[in-house]
């Protein structure tokens, strides 16, 4: 009987355990994900979402901020800051139209187009209809004057 007892401790024990692993997530992740930031690309309107990362959060603090970013590749809008951002760039094997990364620690691309890569870069967010991105006549243009914002 005292066995059962033990028993019965550390199954209870392992419940309070269990859902403390799985507690709510912390409040800046939680804002990190339900914020939405504005994106302006000359007169359209895009919204994204930043990463939960430090590079993201420096970039948030710069807002508003608008930049002229020029083509490159046929695929992105890129523009060279002038200061640098923390960067921790991993290889994600494949770019996805909507991406909003960073190459190095201080040039920001938006790509517009998906595609396989072999750079690496450091995510900032995602833009939140990246079909509707891929498919406009504005990033045909050879400089895009952008401004990045909150809501």
């Known amino acids: 009987m005292h066995l059962l007892k033990k ?5 209870l024990l392992g419940l309070c355990f269990s ?11 939680t804002q990190m ?3 939405r930031m504005k994106m302006t690309i000359n007169d359209k309107v895009f ?13 948030l603090k710069k807002f508003p901020l608008s930049v002229e970013m020029d083509e490159l590749n ?5 523009v060279d800051l002038p200061y640098s951002l923390p960067s921790k760039p991993v290889n994600p094997g494949m ?4 991406d909003i990364m960073l190459y190095g620690d201080n040039t920001i691309v938006l790509f517009y187009k998906t595609f ?5 870069y450091t995510r900032i ?8 991105l891929e498919n406009d006549a504005t990033m045909k243009l050879n400089t895009v004057r952008v401004k990045f914002s909150r809501e």
């Open 7 to 11: 028993l019965r401790v550390i199954s």
């Open 19 to 29: 859902g403390a692993i799985h507690a709510q997530p912390s409040v800046q992740n």
């Open 33 to 35: 994900e339900s914020t």
């Open 47 to 59: 919204y994204f979402t930043p990463d939960d990362n430090v590079t993201a959060q420096a970039f």
């Open 74 to 78: 046929g695929n992105e809008k890129k």
């Open 95 to 98: 770019i996805n139209a909507g």
């Open 116 to 120: 396989k890569t072999s750079y690496s």
């Open 125 to 132: 967010g995602k833009v939140s209809t990246p079909s509707i």
